[in-house]
T-cell receptor, first 113, second 114 residues
């Protein structure tokens, strides 16, 4: 079956530090890959996505590149802000089973001023 | 367009009581999912529907849990009788095949069973 493995947290960084959250996956086909973010007290929301190999998803300064050869989709941001403090989930979805996603365990990021 | 709407946002009840959580998916989305989130177990998929039909309910913890989707714009998750270990945040999400698998989540229903 499909699986997603995320870098364990929690992660604590100072403002303006560089962020990397690792994510690797196992899937039978060529899935779409996602990063979702959950702010305190809210539901998950899509941060970025990539639907095929070598695609780069980007949003709000965050980036992730779909690497088929290493089955990875690492999340990066060059300079984090306090407002980026949240839980980040890596996920995949099989293209022929729209919507049924497999999620990682989530990584809690805290950014200190 | 309104997002996924869940109610109630917060529910506090006593052990043994019936709990009903409600969800209105985004119009035009034909997949609907119920998730449960706890600190101990993380995010768990309970059940999902396609075109109002339950497709996979293998995540439903036990017979005390049931879910229905009587029409394309409404779904319920019922717990009867409730137990303290059911305390969690329950999320509803919807999606469309046109969105390449992206899920749209509601704000969640926080359930506390005393």
């Amino acid at each position: 079956g499909n699986s997603v493995t995320q870098m364990e947290g929690p992660v604590t960084l100072s403002e303006e530090a560089f962020l990397t959250i690792n994510c690797t996956y196992t899937a039978t086909g060529y899935p779409s890959l996602f990063w979702y973010v959950q702010y305190p007290g809210e539901g998950l929301q899509l941060l970025l996505k990539a639907t095929k190999a070598d695609d780069k998803g980007s949003n709000k300064g965050f980036e992730a590149t779909y690497r088929k050869e290493t089955t990875s989709f690492h999340l990066e941001k060059g300079s984090v802000q306090v407002s980026d403090s949240a839980v980040y989930f890596c996920a995949l979805s099989e293209k022929n089973n729209a919507g049924k996603s497999t999620f990682g365990d989530g990584t809690t990021l805290t950014v200190k001023p | 367009d309104a997002g996924v709407i869940q109610s109630p946002r917060h529910e506090v009840t006593e052990m043994g009581q019936e709990v009903t959580l409600r969800c209105k998916p985004i119009s035009g989305h034909d997949y609907l999912f119920w998730y449960r989130q706890t600190m101990m177990r993380g995010l768990e998929l309970l059940i999902y529907f396609n075109n109002n039909v339950p497709i996979d309910d293998s995540g439903m913890p036990e017979d005390r849990f049931s879910a229905k989707m009587p029409n394309a714009s409404f779904s319920t998750l019922k717990i009867q009788p409730s137990e303290p270990r059911d305390s969690a945040v329950y999320f509803c999400a919807s999606s469309s095949p046109m969105n390449t698998g992206e899920l749209f989540f509601g704000e969640g229903s926080r359930l506390t069973v005393l």
